[in-house]
């Protein structure tokens, strides 16, 4: 069999967003109510069949406390793909990701593929965040835009999906 092929995913946003929680959904369908923030960045892989391919998803979970902001460089600099994620109940949180794309684009691969994660679907009632003004962002810096929850399991696997059409698109 053949050996996969190998990406680099990074995940950036600010802290309590669901950045840890997407990852674990995806990589071991598991949730934790009660999730510890990230100290600097975690490592998890995971190998996805892809139509006719196989691909390891080498995924860099950064912290989004402020105090380790700058070692997110280190994760993105040699990236393949990047899912930035914002809490769909906090307007911040999507403020933020302005800033986390201006370091992408200013430090980056220029041929990064990014996807913006609306996550906390499940919390859908509370959104601070018009649907329309994500969507606009999302197509302004040619990146996918996905909802997913982490808790009940919405979207995640399909963003990576996704996210591997948008890398091998054929
Ligand atoms: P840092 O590591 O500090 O950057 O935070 P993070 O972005 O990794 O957030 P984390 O995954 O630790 O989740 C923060 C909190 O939100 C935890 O209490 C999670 O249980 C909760 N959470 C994560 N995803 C969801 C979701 O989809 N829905 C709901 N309701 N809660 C979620
Ligand atoms: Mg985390």
């Known amino acids: 069999s053949k050996a996969p092929i190998q990406v680099k995913v990074v995940l950036l946003g600010d802290s309590g967003v669901g950045k840890s929680s997407i990852v674990l959904r995806f990589v071991a369908d598991n949730f934790k109510s009660d999730a510890e923030a990230t100290i600097g960045a975690s490592y998890m892989g995971k190998i996805l069949q892809f139509n006719d391919k196989m691909i390891k998803f080498n995924i860099w979970d950064t912290a989004g406390q402020e105090r380790y902001h700058s070692l997110a460089k ?97």
């Open 74 to 170: 280190m994760y993105y600099r040699d990236a393949t793909a990047a899912i930035m994620v914002y809490d769909i109940t906090k307007k911040d949180s999507f403020d933020g990701l302005k800033r986390w794309h201006k370091e992408l684009s200013d430090f980056g691969p220029k041929d990064i593929s990014i996807v913006i994660a609306g996550n906390k679907e499940d919390l859908v009632q509370n959104e601070a965040v018009p649907q329309e003004e994500a969507l606009q962002f999302a197509k302004s810096i040619g990146a996918l835009y996905k909802k997913t929850s982490a808790k009940t399991n919405v979207g995640v696997e399909q963003m990576f999906r996704d996210l591997a059409g948008k890398m091998f698109p054929d």
